[in-house]
């Protein structure tokens, strides 16, 4: 076990630093960053300037050394469009990012938890197949037009959510639905196809043999032992949703770090980018542990060492 | 005396399958009576039909299906939960997997109590500490507090035992309880079953494919085959006298030192159980019978060798004797 | 599930992508007007049934251009993103899971390394960025998802190879000496294609769903390419005061993804290949 957890820590870390190496490449895809950072109306000269003051001029090894390192202090560089640390804009940003995808994980787990129980209970029956049509549709959905269809059904028409920023927490709403959305179908999936083997299972006939009721049985006995794919598919599907969050936040107008990113990436404004990049990738990396974690603690064949 | 269980009749059918054909049993208090077939002849089908535990899409019907003062085929799924696991309780063929992986022993089995009895944690906890004493697993203390995946196949046979008994039951079905394990081990469940079936007046339903089993164990048995049961007789007068052909070919199946000759073949059975249709009429064993007759397609007649020793087929009492 | 159920959700999916298909290869032949053709003093114009007129079935868009043509050649488009992107990256993840689930050891962490790597970048963000900076065009939005969407036919591949490779078969033909690629393509990839398809057909509806969402925030394929998440983010403005603007590129490509997942689902079944996770 002990082992196991090593290897795993190992492997994060390399990918942490891979992906160090990835953000920083990427923002110099475009071949000169400097252009693109000096816009289609810039002269030579500005460029020049541009490559002097941003430090382009030096070899790229040096710029991506300098980089890291500073990223492992917290210092993510300077945004060109805010002229402002980056640290500071991702800290101001970053709680409405994170609250959105916990908003979006709750929501789908209370949907798909529930859901994925009830057609396990009625397999093979109207309700199951009605609940798995759902994941179906759910699945053929883009979030991006669901957002909006919901901005003008409930925003519009209905008037009873607002429909951009988060001045109040019912501005999270609608943007954690949506961001459920796209989570909702696997999990159901996963939880019920979980609770038909753990329903067909021994102690499952050993719980009801003993006399216990329903609920004990479906929901201690059952569920638990279903439960534990169930954690770390979600602690991964928050990963991706604070991932995705940035077609979310840009329906919504949620100044979240995705949003942030998509402005940056609309302005040239590359610390931003890879810092931001960065940064998700880390978040994932660390949901991924905890899901490893968790899941030790939930087995209790795993904890044993 | 009332018996503790009498079934009569029982049907199970499972969509087009007519997995127990008209069964019927009665165990009286302090009894073990063994249910003996070949797999797939609706032994086990007979418990979970008794138990109300059939898988969904199984349909139950029966003449009588009486447990104690309860009649069970009156009884809805509450009312079945609430006699299971209280007088009512039943152990499993796979130890491995019927204790759940999640939680310590302590939990799996303090819950019964929770269910069936008003009583404190504390007092359940001693009571599951006392029944696993009583199973003869060593510092049960320990053992409440461990998980399923450390302990032992045999272990977990005693631990399922024990958690059977929790609530004093008056009637202790246990379906293959040793078929799973080590030849030792299978020993030793079994002198304990026996043990506590003396001690506690259990009535046991004893479901196993293994006559050497039923030799030690019965006081009365029931072959199975085809879901019917084929003959019924106290374990004594079933070994001395066994009538119905199936019986006589399970028993031919076995080597007994002394009697069977060493130049001659063990017997075996050609064929193997057909799946029945419902609206079967005549001896499902007749493909497979040596005696078979045109008539053995028609009715079959129960007939009796004994007050207490019935069999189904056509042919008369003494046949074998004339043979 | 019921079987007749089943067949009818997998011939609904069936005709949905064969139609779409159909409407992409003939889309000239079908469109009644040039899907580029503006007319300023046109726009707006509600789908027939809404008041509009039958010269444009489905109305006219901001620019006065003709719906249906616009919806009808935007099919192009999600088809052609969803089968390039499903072959670029189908190549990559399926010689890297088979790569490593054959051989085990250390090239089996190495492609783990390389999955676990590329589930932690963020995709939708290094997308838009790559777009963003090689420019705007069809071929980069094929490539950069091709080389971003492999990680499932990564996983699979590699799973799948592994059950196979202790197969008895495998074991004769390296008893008979076969070679390492004859193994490999005669001997797994057949024996694994079936599962592979089916990610093949989740994978296509992803990447249609990413070409969309790019395109509507504005990094996708650029304008005036009629692709449907294009034709949500153009529409988006209007949305207000003609619904349907969003709500007709929108319920097609709703459509359109839920008859491939249909398919997939279906096949699944057909092909044996395990259920979903």
Redesign the interface.
């Known amino acids: 076990m002990l082992r196991f957890l090593l290897r795993r820590l190992a492997l994060a870390i390399l990918v942490c630093l891979t992906v160090l190496v990835v953000s920083f490449t990427l923002t110099r895809l475009s071949g000169d960053l400097a252009v693109a950072i000096a816009g289609p109306n810039a002269t030579a000269e500005d460029v020049a300037i541009i490559r002097k003051n941003y430090g382009l001029d030096r070899p790229l090894t040096v710029q991506f050394v300098d980089w890291a390192v500073h990223a492992a202090e917290g210092d993510l560089g300077r945004s060109y469009q805010y002229r402002a640390p980056v640290a500071d804009l991702i800290r101001d940003r970053l709680p409405v990012t994170l609250i959105l995808g916990l908003t979006g994980l709750v929501i789908a787990l209370l949907t798909a938890i529930p859901l994925g129980v009830l057609a396990a209970t009625r397999e093979g029956t109207l309700l199951d197949r009605g609940i798995m049509l759902v994941a179906l549709l759910g699945q053929a959905m883009p979030s991006f037009w669901l957002g909006l269809v919901l901005i003008i059904w409930f925003g519009l028409k209905l008037q009873w959510l607002p429909i951009s920023g988060v001045d109040t927490w019912q501005g999270y709403i609608l943007p954690g639905i949506v961001l459920a959305f796209s989570a909702i179908p696997a999990l159901m999936r996963l939880t019920r196809a979980g609770m038909v083997d753990a329903l067909a299972s021994d102690y499952i006939r050993t719980a009801r043999a003993k006399g216990l009721s329903l609920a004990s049985i479906v929901l201690k006995h059952a569920l638990r032992n279903a439960a534990m794919p169930v954690v770390s598919i979600a602690a991964v599907q928050l990963g991706f949703m604070l991932g995705g969050s940035i077609v979310i936040e840009t329906i919504f107008a949620l100044h979240g770090i995705g949003y942030l990113a998509w402005e940056s990436i609309l302005k040239s404004d590359f610390p931003v980018v890879q810092s931001v990049v960065l940064l998700l990738a880390l978040i994932y990396i660390a949901l991924t542990l905890l899901a490893d974690a968790m899941n030790a603690v939930l087995d209790p064949r795993l904890r044993a060492v | 005396m009332s018996p503790v269980l009498e079934v009569s009749n029982l049907r199970v059918r499972f969509g087009q399958t007519a997995a127990v054909r008209g069964v019927s049993l009665r165990i009286q208090r302090g009894e073990s009576h063994c249910l003996v077939g070949e797999s797939g002849c609706g032994k086990s089908v007979t418990a979970l039909a008794v138990m109300g535990l059939l898988a969904r899409g199984a349909e139950r019907q029966a003449d009588v299906l009486r447990f104690h003062d309860h009649d069970l085929s009156q009884l809805n799924e509450r009312g079945m939960s609430r006699l299971r696991g209280d007088k009512l309780a039943m152990i499993f063929q796979e130890p491995m997997t019927s204790l759940n992986p999640a939680y310590t022993i302590g939990s799996q089995m303090t819950e019964v109590l929770a269910r069936h009895r008003r009583i404190d944690r504390r007092a359940a906890r001693e009571r599951a500490a006392e029944l696993l004493g009583r199973v003869g697993i060593t510092a049960p203390g320990l053992r409440l507090g461990q998980y399923p995946h450390q302990l032992s196949g045999g272990l977990r046979q005693r631990v399922m035992i024990a958690t059977a008994l929790l609530c004093d039951p008056e009637l202790l079905i246990a379906d293959e309880p040793t078929t799973a394990l080590d030849v030792t081990v299978q020993a030793q469940i079994l002198r304990l079953l026996q043990r506590l079936q003396r001690e506690l007046g259990l009535a046991l339903l004893l479901i196993t494919h293994d006559l050497g089993i039923v030799a030690r164990m019965a006081q009365r048995v029931s072959v199975m085959y085809a879901g019917q049961v084929v003959e019924s007789a106290p374990v004594k007068a079933l070994f001395a006298a066994p009538t119905h052909p199936y019986t006589r070919g399970l028993l031919e199946c076995i080597p007994v030192p002394g009697t069977s000759r060493r130049d001659l073949p063990l017997g075996s059975i050609p064929g193997t159980v057909p799946r029945i249709a419902p609206g079967f009429v005549g001896c499902g064993f007749r493909d497979r019978c040596a005696q078979a007759a045109e008539v053995c397609a028609g009715t079959v007649p129960t007939q009796r060798m004994a007050d207490d020793h019935a069999y189904l087929c056509r042919l008369a009492p003494g046949w074998s004797a004339a043979a | 599930?019921n079987l007749s159920?089943r067949s009818l959700a997998t011939t609904l999916g069936g005709v949905i992508v064969g139609g779409v298909l159909l409407v992409a290869i003939f889309a000239p032949l079908l469109a009644p007007h040039d899907p580029y053709a503006q007319d300023l003093m046109r726009r707006l114009v509600p789908p027939e049934w809404m008041g509009g007129t039958p010269l444009n079935p489905l109305g006219t868009d901001q620019l006065g251009r003709d719906y249906l043509s616009r919806l009808l050649y935007g099919a192009r488009i999600s088809m052609l993103i969803g089968t390039m992107a499903v072959v670029t990256s189908g190549a990559i993840g399926i010689t890297l899971g088979v790569l490593g689930g054959y051989f085990g050891g250390r090239v089996d962490d190495m492609v783990?390394?390389v999955i676990?790597?590329r589930?932690?970048?963020?995709?939708?963000?290094?997308a838009?960025?790559?777009v963003?900076?090689?420019g705007s065009s069809l071929t980069v939005v094929v490539l950069t998802l091709g080389l971003l969407l492999w990680d499932r036919f990564a996983v699979v591949a590699r799973t799948t190879t592994m059950q196979v490779r202790n197969l008895d078969y495998i074991a004769a033909a390296q008893a008979a000496g076969a070679s390492r690629v004859h193994i490999l393509l005669r001997e797994v990839l057949p024996n694994i294609v079936s599962h592979l398809v089916v990610v093949a057909t989740l994978e296509m509806?992803l990447a249609i769903?990413l070409e969309?969402?790019l395109s509507?925030?504005?990094?996708g394929v650029p304008p005036p390419l009629p692709s449907w998440?294009l034709m949500?983010a153009e529409g988006?403005d209007y949305?207000?005061f003609s619904?349907w603007v969003?709500?007709i590129p929108?319920i097609t490509?709703?459509?359109l993804?839920?008859g491939i997942?249909?398919l997939g689902?279906g096949l699944r079944d057909l092909l044996g290949a395990g259920?979903?996770?």
């Open positions: 599930m159920v783990m390394f676990t790597t589930l932690s970048i963020p995709l939708i963000l290094v838009l960025t790559v963003a900076l090689v509806a769903l969309a969402a509507f925030l504005g990094l998440g949500i988006k949305m207000f619904p969003i709500m929108g490509l709703f459509v993804v839920l997942n249909l689902d259920r979903r996770v």
